[in-house]
């Protein structure tokens, strides 16, 4: 039995109103429905203010907006501005700032033999957010998240969990369970907490779920489409949603380099190498013809047989009475 979930879009709202960062956590591998989900709340937490970072033990590669800000720690955003780039042990001289023209200038200084540090490379983010509330997408269980909860268990200790997800197996660990098994995809219930929370569909924030529903429901194919389902991506439409095409499922190939496939089971297999000797068959074994065959009667009971020809009776077969 499912608890009642008619009050708790309002618990959502309340939960946020009292806190102002957080992070919103997505299980292993996740499903390209989780992680439009996850992206879109991303998008529209931001949009009313609030710093939250997305989260996810396995690696993520998706070209959905906001995908590039997944990390595979369990940080929120904050005040802290963060510069990373890829680092090799020695490869840095010395780190160095000065200001100039109202400018702070950070100088990065590579060892002598080293090459020099690629612009291109170089990421931004925040950290040093509190972590007051926790959203969990898609998830059926905490241990369903990986790494990210394994090794942060006292982070999500006295937390306010944020449980969201459309699976029969969850199992109702959030301090809010927002979780529906009858709806089509886990977009469409992001979608019904942005509008809970006021949030102005973008064209971005559109786009994702509208993504995530067409991929849940295999372009609308699922039997568990229903007309809530195409209302949630009319409107997604009306604001701006850009249909993207789904890519097919590629299954792995096997290597057959080596394999040689077996001979049909109704074929013997016949060594060529060896001697074909013929088989033999015993005397038992040939049929002899039978060489006599009692055809008449040739002579009356009893009666004396020789070598002259039988004298049969004329009326042998009619009925003595």
Known sequence: MYPNTNNTLPRISEVLSKVNS??????????????????????????IGKNCGIACSSPVKSDLIGADKIQNTLTSSGDNLVISFPYADGAIDKVDYNIQNNAFNMIISPRPGQPKLNPNQVKYSYSGGLIDFIFTIDAPNLNSLGQIYNDNQAQFQGKNIINIDRHITNGFFGSVNY??????????????VLQQLEVELDKDIATNLYFGITTATNNFSSYSVTADTFAAAAQLLKNGAVKKAIKPITQPSLNNSGFTPPPPFNRPQINNNANFVAPTMSERDVVKPIENVEVAPSAPEGAQTGSAQPNTPQDWLKPKI
Do not use: C, F, M, R
């Open 179 to 192: 979780v529906n098994k009858t709806v089509s995809s886990t977009s469409e219930l992001i979608l019904n």
């Open 22 to 47: 957080g992070i919103i956590a997505i299980p292993n591998n996740p499903s390209v429905d989780a992680v439009a989900a996850a992206t879109a709340l991303y998008l529209g937490l931001n949009k």
